[in-house]
Structures are given as structure tokens and as C-alpha cells.
């Protein structure tokens, strides 16, 4: 069987133990379900009023706040298994494939309200031009709104890559000489006493290993965090530039965004996994 079917195996969602990501993950999940419905009920039953628009930035902020749940749970669980949270096993092999730094791109925020602003304006185009009532969805940004996005857009870019240069600068580190040297000597233990060029203690060695190690595993936590960081500022900062029904809009869509890719990813793998264990 091949090096990937074999990841694919491994890659399924664990069952939800108490105190673990991964449950959490799941409970977290099913959290997002029920705010997806109970967003896209909201949406049908706007009515334009004082009411309700207060009942919606109600709906928003208890979203946003069950997204500041998921970033904290992660934030601890990452001090614990930083190698863990940047490559889950509860997450699809599609989703890595898509993933940076340990979740989603922040500027796929930007993709996303722009994707579904172009679908709902080509939906209500017909009534624009007859000059009908304002949509107030999010076919309706208004001149002010787009310059603030394509503002946001260009800080959050230039954010994400400057992350994106942290981590690379740091994933070469695994080559620089403490790790080279270290490879050596542990590879130098391997071989027959008579055989080897080095005389030193290997519980030595196994501490001088476990520490270097220990140093990346901090700065691989550091960039997650900024990653997570930059990924909550930018989804809380798009929703202040929204009214409360857009903002219901984008949260709706990037819900069920998550949702089904994750659903997708796990399809493809649980079938993948089938195949190459009948083989």
C-alpha cells in the first residue's frame, strides 16, 4: 500500500474524548450547524425594522462569540500539541490541501463576500434596474463599504504575507547546523560501537534533541497564534463594515462554506481509504 494511503487511513476523526481538540472540534461542529440554521431563518424573517435588526446583531455577536470559543480552545490546545493543531488528524486531506498555517487563509474572507455579493447583486439586477427597494443583502455594499473591504483587503494581505515569510524562514531552520549536527551524531549511535566516529552519552544526545526540537515547537506556536490572531481580526473587522443582515449574509456563507468542504474532504477520504484497504 502507498506512503498516501496509508495517511489516508489515518485520517479519520477520532471519537470525541473529554478535554481533546478533537472532540471539541465536533461539539464545536454541530455548534456551527445550528447557528448556520438559525442564521438563514433570521435572513427569511428580516422585516426591516428597528426589532429586528437588533435581533440580528444579537444573532452576529453570539456567532463571532462561538468563533472567540473555538480560537481560545485552540490557542491552549496548541501549547500542548503545536504539531498536532497544524496537521489534525480530525481534518480532511482536502481541507490541508487548502489550509494555511494551520486553517484558513485570511484573505479568503475577501473571496468569499465578494463571491457571494456578485451572486446576490446578478439575483436582484432586474429590481435595480426597475429602481425597486434596496436589497440590503450583501448584492446591495454600498460605495463606503467597498472602499473599507478593498482597504481591510490590502492590510490583511500584506499581514498574511508577511506570515507566510515567518514560516518559511522558520521551516528552513530544520536544516541549519544544530539539527544537522545533531543528525549526524544520532545517526553516528546507530552504528556498531567499533564502527563509530563519536564517543558521547545518547541520553545526552536525547536531550540535545528533545531541546532544539523544543525551541522550534515555541516559534511554530507563535506563528500559529498570530496566524489565528490575524484570521479572527480580519472575520471581526469584515462583520463591523456590514449591516446586521449582511453580516448574517457572510456569516451564513462562510459557514456553510466550512461546513460542506470539511463534509466533502471526509467523503473523499473515508472512499479513498475503502478502496485502498480492498486492494
Avoid at 446576490?120 to 467597498?146: A, I, K, N, V, Y
Avoid at 546507530?190 to 528533545?210: A, I
Wanted: with cysteine.
Amino acid at each position: 500500500m502507498s506512503t498516501s494511503s496509508n495517511r489516508v487511513s489515518d485520517r479519520h476523526v477520532p471519537e470525541t474524548v473529554p478535554g481533546s481538540f478533537a472532540g471539541f472540534f465536533e461539539t464545536w461542529l454541530h455548534e456551527q450547524g445550528r447557528d448556520l440554521e438559525a442564521m438563514k431563518d433570521a435572513a427569511r424573517a428580516h422585516a426591516k425594522t428597528a426589532e429586528s435588526t437588533r435581533s440580528l446583531s444579537k444573532l452576529v455577536g453570539r456567532v463571532i462569540a462561538h468563533y472567540e470559543k473555538y480560537y481560545r480552545v485552540k490557542s491552549d490546545s496548541a501549547e500542548h500539541d503545536v504539531l498536532g493543531m497544524l496537521n489534525p488528524a480530525w481534518r480532511s486531506n482536502l481541507e490541508d490541501a487548502f489550509f494555511w498555517v494551520g486553517g484558513w487563509r485570511p484573505s479568503t474572507a475577501f473571496h468569499l463576500l465578494y463571491s457571494v455579493s456578485g451572486s446576490q447583486f446578478e439575483d436582484h439586477f432586474s429590481t435595480l434596474m426597475m429602481s425597486g427597494p434596496r436589497t440590503g443583502d450583501l448584492g446591495d455594499l454600498s460605495p463606503s463599504q467597498l472602499s473599507k473591504v478593498n482597504d481591510l483587503q490590502q492590510e490583511t494581505v500584506k499581514e498574511e504575507r508577511e506570515l507566510t515569510e515567518l514560516m518559511a524562514s522558520h521551516q528552513e531552520t530544520v536544516a541549519d547546523s544544530s539539527m544537522v549536527q545533531l543528525s549526524h551524531i544520532a545517526t553516528e549511535l546507530t552504528r556498531d560501537d567499533q564502527r563509530s566516529s563519536v564517543s558521547v552519552d545518547p541520553q545526552s544526545v536525547n536531550e540535545q534533541v528533545e531541546s532544539t526540537i523544543e525551541s522550534k515547537e515555541e516559534k511554530l506556536k507563535e506563528i500559529l497564534r498570530k496566524a489565528d490572531d490575524l484570521r479572527m481580526r480580519t472575520l471581526k473587522k469584515v462583520v463591523q463594515i456590514l449591516s446586521p443582515i449582511q453580516a448574517v449574509h457572510f456569516l451564513t456563507a462562510a459557514a456553510q462554506l466550512h461546513l460542506r468542504v470539511h463534509e466533502w474532504g471526509m467523503n473523499k477520504d473515508r472512499c479513498c481509504h475503502a478502496v485502498a484497504y480492498s486492494q
